[in-house]
């Protein structure tokens, strides 16, 4: 089964002379369990294809389905508890809050929703993350990699269809960037999470089973088991 589908997709900013057609008919599907990175130049249209399969932004056509819920026939009261319940957002810029301890940052989803924590998956996903040693450190005590990796385990820790990650390991060097796309990887390979996540680096989509790559806004190319050298 598909945790998230895109049909004939299509998204146009403004009106008249300052139209903009970002997405042109984008049809995608990314199994349940898998990882799929979304690649193209700047403009090219992943930014807002990530906002759309997300519920963050609605397409002006086509469909988009999460667990098969179609998000275009949903009143945005309903959208926004899909939001919070069903998805899980990575942002290239960490957005933690700066005066909560990490563990509390990874918590803080669940508490917005009104949710316990499932203690098993907490075990689960705080083992993955592998910083028992800093979870009562504040984000500005964390290196930029760990702070990455606490926003990945507050994605997780809902428990999503879908993880979404705009550009992870853009504010990253190298190192650091390879240990969130591993945390990544390892959500995916243990607990059997489903990630989308926008990378304009071959290495950083290496890690991902499919690989789309847009184009003024239409997959111009499809890679499945991509490596660093294929996806380039
Ligand atoms: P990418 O993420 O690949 O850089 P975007 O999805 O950000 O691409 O943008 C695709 C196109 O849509 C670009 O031409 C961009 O300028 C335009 N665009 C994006 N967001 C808006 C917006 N809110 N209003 C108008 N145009 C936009
Ligand atoms: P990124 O593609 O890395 O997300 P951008 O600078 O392209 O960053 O876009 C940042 C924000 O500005 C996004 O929310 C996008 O929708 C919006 N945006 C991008 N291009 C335009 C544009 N031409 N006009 C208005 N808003 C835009």
């Known amino acids: 089964t598909n945790a998230v589908t895109a049909t004939e997709l299509t998204k146009t900013y403004g009106t008249g002379d300052t139209r903009v057609s970002a997405l042109r008919g984008v049809s995608l599907a990314v199994p349940s369990g898998q990882f799929l990175a979304i690649m ?111 926003a990945v385990a507050r994605a997780l820790i809902t428990r999503p269809a879908v993880v979404f990650a705009d550009e992870p390991t853009g504010n990253l060097d190298s190192r650091s960037g390879a240990e969130v796309l591993s945390l990544l990887r390892a959500s995916v390979r243990e607990l059997g999470q489903t990630v989308v996540m926008v990378t304009h680096d071959p290495k950083a989509a290496s890690y991902a089973d499919q690989v789309v790559f847009l184009a003024d806004g239409v997959i111009v190319d499809r890679l499945t088991h991509p490596t660093p050298e294929t996806v380039l």
């Not at 803080?108 to 009562?136: F, K, N, Y």
């Open 40 to 150: 193209g130049p700047s403009g090219s249209g992943k930014s807002t294809l990530l906002h759309c399969l997300a519920g963050l932004d609605r397409a002006t056509s086509g469909q988009v389905r999460i667990n098969d819920e179609e998000l275009g026939g949903l009143r945005d009261g309903r959208l926004t508890r899909l939001r919070r319940d069903a998805v899980g957002f990575v942002f290239q810029s960490f957005n933690l809050l700066p005066t909560l301890s990490a563990a509390e940052n990874i918590l803080l989803p669940l508490r917005l929703a009104g949710r316990r924590p499932d203690r098993e998956w907490l075990d689960r996903v705080i083992d993955l993350l592998g910083l028992a040693d800093r979870m009562h450190h504040r984000p500005n005590q964390l290196s930029g990699g760990q702070q990455q990796r606490v």
